[in-house]
């Protein structure tokens, strides 16, 4: 008995530790969605890996350059599951880079729903749908684009996405490597800016003869007709090329600051751009990019934009994931923003490639009092 008493009084004096706390359960994944396409026909989407043997990578060494293509297109209704968004491999470094984002599950931006079917059989056309060459903004995977691109395929076109490699975050090929950016990890510096305008124009060239001679594309592209569209160093990518490739009839820049200022040579093809409200002209002071390249656009078929309330990633998915992934909210509502870039492209687009014109670039429209003409 007193023996118990003992060893009950020592228990006493030295409690059992207690069991360790479970840790939190990291937050769920959210909801994530892209706006439906609003044009007429279903939407397929294929992606397309291009290997240029002849060209060395320009940011990496003892690589030939490499991309990934995107394409979405008009698609026969038939089931069949949705394209994913990107990668859980993508998805998980392009969120490493947010802090807001960090705790939640790495393949949270692959579960984004789209809309356009993976590998639909597509929608043929006797001459074929009008072209519309992507590029993506600096460290943004081309999926970027994605709700732009679905929507322009719904209303008649094949657009082509391309994912300049190391200048994203990340892109995925289908051996399963998955390769980070490179390219201006010093800073976007002029020289920089100027060699992925060169790159850019490269890759586009080389994706463009790779369609033209691919049976499965060439059938479903009318080549008298193509555009090209890019966010940021894509949009000043595409200004830049519109006056020098003969095969480009038409160019947006969506957002992008020039870097070099001024073209090669004048852009006397129809050209939009479209940007946030900092794009507009200077009234006073040093002159801003947009400011430098618009007297070298010379043709009677141009357009500058701005849209009151947009922000930078306004023009892309971002405008409605950010929000949802707890990132700040940009001071337009992202669907907002998106129907209006929408609208427009696709304005600009039926007006110089379909030969349909649009009263939508005459002048400000009651519809959307956001934009302003310059």
Do not use: C
Not at 162 to 167: D, R, S
């Amino acid at each position: 008995m007193k023996s118990m008493l003992i060893a009950g009084a020592i228990a006493l004096a030295f409690p059992t530790a207690p069991a360790p706390a479970t840790p939190p359960a990291p937050p769920p994944a959210p909801a994530l969605a892209l706006p439906a396409p609003t044009g007429g026909h279903a939407v397929g989407r294929s992606d397309v890996h291009l290997v240029d043997p002849g060209r060395p990578d320009p940011w990496v060494s003892g690589r030939p350059r490499e991309l990934m293509v995107s394409l979405w297109y008009p698609a026969r209704r038939a089931p069949g599951r949705t394209a994913p968004y990107v990668t859980p491999q993508e998805s998980a470094l392009v969120l490493k880079g947010y802090p807001q984002t960090r705790d939640l599950p790495p393949d949270t931006l692959a579960r984004t729903r789209t809309h356009a079917r993976a590998d639909a059989p597509a929608l043929g056309r006797r001459r074929g749908w009008p072209l519309v060459i992507m590029s993506p903004g600096m460290s943004l995977p081309r999926a970027t684009l994605t709700s732009l691109a679905e929507d322009l395929a719904s209303r008649g076109y094949v657009v082509a996405g391309i994912g300049h490699a190391y200048e994203a975050v990340a892109t995925t090929f289908p051996d399963g490597r998955t390769v980070p950016m490179e390219a201006g990890r010093g800073g976007m510096t002029e020289e920089v800016g100027a060699k992925v305008a060169r790159v850019r124009a490269a890759d586009t060239a080389f994706v463009l003869d790779r369609l033209e001679r691919a049976r499965r594309w060439n059938r479903l592209i009318d080549e008298r007709r193509i555009a090209m569209a890019g966010h940021s160093v894509g949009g000043q990518s595409a200004a830049h090329l519109l006056p020098v490739n003969d095969r480009i009839d038409a160019a947006v820049n969506l957002d992008g600051s020039y870097n070099p200022k001024t073209p090669a040579r004048p852009v006397t093809k129809p050209f939009m751009m479209i940007g946030n409200p900092r794009q507009q002209p200077v009234t006073g002071g040093d002159p801003k990019s947009w400011d430098l390249f618009w007297p070298h656009v010379t043709g009677d078929r141009k357009r500058w934009l701005t849209v009151t309330g947009a922000d930078h990633m306004s023009f892309v998915d971002y405008a409605v994931l950010a929000p949802r992934l707890g990132m700040p909210a940009y001071p337009m509502d992202g669907e907002r923003s998106l129907k209006i870039t929408r609208e427009y492209l696709a304005a600009f687009l039926d007006t110089h490639l379909k030969g349909r014109h649009r009263t939508l670039l005459d002048g400000p429209s009651a519809k959307y009092p956001e934009v302003r003409f310059w």
